[in-house]
C-alpha cells in the first residue's frame, strides 16, 4: 500500500510516502530560502508529500539559527523558488508553519527581548542553536545553548499571533506551497499551551482542558478561513516530552485536540511519534481511537521502517507515513524501499548549518533517472 496513491484534500499524492518537517538550518541572510534549499527539496520529490523545515510566522517565533521565515516579501520570493523547483518536477509541498514559543533566547529576538510563551515556565536542559560568531550558515559556528526565560503572553497578544499565523499561510500560497501544515507538536508555542505542566494560565487560555486547547482551536480556525480546510494539516505529538512540554493526561488531552481538529474539517493530521532510544511506545489501542474521531488524513512519522509503514497501512489507523532521518541521506528514498536498496546513513554532524555538504550532495541509487519518477 506503501507505493498506491492517496487524496488528500484535493490533491492526488503519487505514493503514501511523506518527507517530514526537519530543521536543516541553510536559510541565507534575512531568513530567506536559499537556491541551495531549492535544489534539497527538488532532490526528494519523488515523496507523495513533502512538509518543509518549520518555517516561523515572525522574527518571535524563531527559536534556532538560519532557520527561514516566510512574513517578509523577501522570504516569500525565496521560497517561491522552492516551490517552483518541487512543482516542476512533480512533487507536492506544504510549508510547516512554526511559533517555537519560550524554546528560543535573547539572542535570537528583537532587542534581545524575551522569548513569549503561555507562561512563564523555564523548561530547564532545552537548548536552542545560536550564531556563535554572527557569520551566517555556511561559514558560522552553530552552538546549543538553553533557552531563555520566557514571558507569558498576553490575551491581546495572543489574538495577534493568531492573525500572525494566517497571515502566514497566506503568504505560504503566495509562495506556491500547495498548502500548509500548523506545528502544534513537539514542546513548541502552540504545545505549550495544551500540554498541562507547561501552561499554568488562570485565564481563559488556562486550567481546564477546554481553555487549554482554545489557541489550537483559534489558530486553526484562523488559518482555514484564511486559505480553506482542504489546505490546512496540524501535526501533533501526544506522547512525547520534547522541550519540556508534558500532560498530565495526554490520552485524554489529545483525542479531545483531534475532536476539535475533526469538527474545523482540517485535511490532515500529522502525529509525531518518539523517536529516541527508550522512547514511549503510542499503544495502537490509541491511534485507533484517533482514527475513530477523524475522518480525515492521518499521518504517522517516527522511526519507520518500510515493513512497519506496511503494517501500520493494512491496519488502517494510518493513511500516510512519514520517513524523517532518512530522508536526508536518500533523496530518492522512495524508488529504494520500492526496489529494497541499501540506504545512505545520515551524517549528523552535517544535520545543522553548513553548505551542500550532507545536505543536497548524498548519492541517488541511479542518478540519471530518479528525478522522472
Known sequence: ????NHTLGNIVLKN????????????GKGDVATPLMAEYYKQRTSAGLIISEGTQISRQGQGYAWTPGIYT??????????????HQHNGIIFAQLWHVGRVSHIALQENNQPPVSSSELV????????????KGPENGVGEMVQHSRPRALTVPEIKDIVSEYAQAAKNALEAGFDGIEIHGANGYLINQFIDSQANNRTDEYGGSLANRLRFLKEVVTAVTAAIGSEKTGVRLAPLTTLQGAVDDNPEETYTEAVKVLEALKVAYIHIAEADW???????????????SHF???????????????????????????GFGRPFIANPDLPYRLENNLPLNEPIREQFFGGNAAGYTDYPFYTPTTIHTL
Not at 518527507?19 to 536543516?24: D, F, G, I
Not at 475522518?295 to 507515513?321: C, H, M, N, P
Request: net charge positive.
Open 73 to 86: 516579501p523577501e522570504q516569500i520570493k525565496g521560497w517561491q523558488q522552492v516551490t517552483d523547483a518541487v
Open 277 to 291: 532510544e527508550d522512547a514511549p511506545l503510542m499503544p495502537v489501542a490509541f491511534k485507533k481511537a484517533i482514527r
Open 123 to 134: 523548561a530547564e536542559g532545552v537548548k536552542v542553536f545560536v550564531d556563535a560568531e554572527g
Open 295 to 321: 475522518s480525515g488524513t492521518l499521518i504517522y512519522s517516527g522511526k519507520y521502517t518500510k515493513e512497519r509503514a506496511e503494517k501500520a497501512l493494512q491496519e488502517g489507523w494510518t493513511d500516510l507515513i
Open 1 to 4: 500500500m506503501l507505493f498506491k
Open 16 to 27: 503514501r510516502i511523506v518527507m517530514p518537517p526537519m530543521t536543516r538550518s541553510r536559510a
